[in-house]
Nanobody
Framework: QVQLVESGGGMVQPGGSLRLSCAAS????????MSWYRQAPGKERELVAG????????NYADSVKGRFTISRDNAKNTVYLQMNSLKPEDTAVYYC????????????WGQGTQVTVSS
């Protein structure tokens, strides 16, 4: 059974920090590009950050560069998103995504975790 389970969301004040985790199981985690997406009410889902299968390359949306850091621990089958200097516009449901890097196309999604940044 393929599972992506996000955790670590919650409510924080502007300027605060959160660390999201996504625990993966049921597939070969080390063969997948991992990404974080987010979706705010009334908005389309957008890519926040991505990391290659071995962790050698990362990319970020311009809106989070310098504030968010994506990382992965293949031994733990877990990808993280460290979010610092949070802003109200970061409020969204954050989703973990796994995409197979090569071979047969496969794409998995978690259920999401709510992040709310508010005073």
């Amino acid at each position: 059974q393929v599972q992506l389970v996000e955790s670590g969301g919650g409510m924080v004040q502007p300027g605060g920090s959160l660390r999201l985790s996504c625990a993966a199981s049921g597939f070969t985690f080390s063969s997948y590009v991992m990404s974080w997406y987010r979706q705010a009410p009334g908005k389309e889902r957008e890519l926040v950050a991505g990391i290659t299968s071995a962790g050698g390359s990362t990319n970020y949306a311009d809106s989070v560069k310098g504030r968010f850091t994506i990382s992965r621990d293949n031994a733990k089958n877990t990808v993280y998103l460290q979010m610092n200097s949070l802003k109200p516009e970061d409020t969204a449901v954050y989703y973990c995504n796994a995409k197979r890097e090569r071979g047969w196309s496969r794409n998995y999604w978690g259920q999401g975790t709510q992040v709310t940044v508010s005073s």
